[in-house]
């Protein structure tokens, strides 16, 4: 009996998928705001380098909001794949009969390994988006410029590299 109430008591995992996907929907909606407000600004506004610069700005923020909203889609799928049931309509669709499901996570550190990938994307365009509102005046803030651009190119390597194909013992060449 306690047994079947422990098993049945993860179907209260039903609330944070539901509020994963309804953030979902609302980081989509800020987005898709911010993009359409920076095309209006650029449209409707008279033409200088403040409305170029702020119209970018609005469209990378719209795109940063994107990003987390799929990172709380993947948290959302994640999570329902993990303790209440597989995606049974992506396994249908599949045309793969090994698939392991729509986001293939078998435990909590794969589910954690995707999160941190777009989580980190979602950064790098926040940072990206700090930069271009930047003044760049003198050869200090140049460099400084470079040194971020540097930086984000490092992490975006970071994030795209297997770690298993990086710390593996690279096989002798006879």
Request: proline content about 3%; glycine content about 6%; charged content about 20%.
């Amino acid at each position: 009996m306690l047994e079947l109430v422990l098993w049945r008591f993860r179907l209260i995992a039903f609330i944070p998928v539901v509020m994963s996907l309804a953030s979902t929907l609302l980081t989509f909606f800020i987005g898709t705001r911010d993009i359409l407000d920076s095309i209006h600004l650029y449209l409707f506004s008279g033409e200088n380098h403040h409305v170029d610069q702020s119209s970018l700005a609005g469209v990378v923020s719209g795109v940063d909001f994107y990003l987390i909203g799929i990172a709380l889609l993947i948290f959302g799928y994640g999570i329902y794949e993990l303790l209440i049931s597989e995606i049974d309509v992506y396994r249908d669709q599949s045309s793969d009969p090994e698939s392991g499901g729509l986001l293939d996570i078998k435990n909590l550190d794969q589910l954690k390994e995707k999160l941190v990938k777009v989580l980190v994307v979602a950064l790098i365009v926040s940072a990206f988006k700090a930069m271009i509102q930047i003044p760049v005046k003198d050869s200090g803030g140049l460099v400084a410029f470079c040194f971020s651009v540097f930086l984000l190119a490092v992490s975006g390597f970071l994030i795209a590299i297997k770690p298993e194909k990086l710390f593996s013992k690279s096989k002798s060449r006879p």
